[in-house]
């Protein structure tokens, strides 16, 4: 599956963005579709994930609340809207999809389809 994201910005510490993933090639059924972030210097990290069909969603804790993704099965797009954005938000954003066990959600190395990312900017 191929993955496109978008949505990115600079917005100021507090305000809300909305990333969006559209994926062609083929559906999402069967698969769990995830968000990661990478800051400058650092390692990608997990922060939402969705397995599809089911509708169970998984977060990591430093955006549990404040974030909440979600997909459109219509239009084969997966969301993430971010909340109170803090300036620690700031880090390019990438989806993910693959068909995984549950235990590897969280795995950036589980997954094989990549979105090319969307930076995120938030100024305190």
Excluded: H
């Excluded at 972030?37 to 977060?59: I, L, S, V």
């Excluded at 219509?74 to 068909?99: G, I, P, R």
């Amino acid at each position: 599956v191929q993955l496109q994201a978008s949505g990115g910005g600079l917005v100021q510490a507090g305000a809300s963005l909305r990333l969006s993933c559209a994926a062609s090639g083929r559906t999402f059924s069967g698969y769990y579709v995830a968000w990661f972030r990478q800051a400058p210097g650092k390692e990608r990290e997990f922060e939402a994930a969705n397995r599809w069909n089911f509708g169970f969603t998984y977060y990591a804790d430093s955006v549990k609340g404040r974030f909440t993704i979600s997909g459109d099965s219509a239009k084969n797009m997966v969301y993430l809207q971010m909340n109170s954005l803090k300036a620690e938000d700031t880090a390019v954003y990438y989806c993910a999809a693959d068909k995984l066990r549950w235990s590897a959600y969280s795995d950036y190395a589980s997954y094989d389809s990549w979105g090319q990312g969307t930076q995120v900017t938030v100024s305190s």
